[in-house]
């Protein structure tokens, strides 16, 4: 069993900052990807960032220049380091880990963190 947990998120005003943490613990072999998505009111959940094992990064074109994300595989934690905030950043953000444990790979959510951006 896996799991991942997020923290970090928070009220901030916009122009802030923030920094988002993922820790995935549990019966793990290997992290392959580790993403964020993030899901406003009333919307459909989104792709943010992801990075690979080896350090690849992807980001959604509304956060590029904006959002890093990063990951210490020692640790077996992503981060989100988010600057500029902007209103339209507000949204649960949830972590995603594929996660080979056991001999099998497969998906894993987190339970999400709130993050308010007040303009």
């Known amino acids: 069993q896996v799991q991942l947990v997020e923290s970090g998120g928070a009220l901030v005003q916009a122009g802030g900052s923030l920094r988002l943490s993922c820790a995935a613990s549990g019966s793990i072999s290997r992290i392959n990807v580790m993403g964020w998505y993030r899901q406003a009111l009333g919307k459909q959940r989104e792709f943010v960032a992801r990075?690979?094992?080896?350090?690849?990064?992807n980001y959604a074109d509304s956060v590029k220049g904006r959002f890093t994300i990063s990951r210490d595989n020692a640790k077996n934690t992503a981060y989100l380091q988010m600057d500029s905030l902007k209103p339209e950043d507000t949204a649960v953000y949830y972590c995603?880990?594929?996660?080979?444990?056991?001999?099998?790979?497969?998906?894993?959510w987190g339970q999400g963190t709130q993050v308010t951006v007040s303009s």
């Open positions: 990075i690979t094992s080896d350090g690849t990064t």
């Open positions: 995603l880990a594929n996660v080979r444990s056991v001999g099998i790979a497969r998906d894993y």
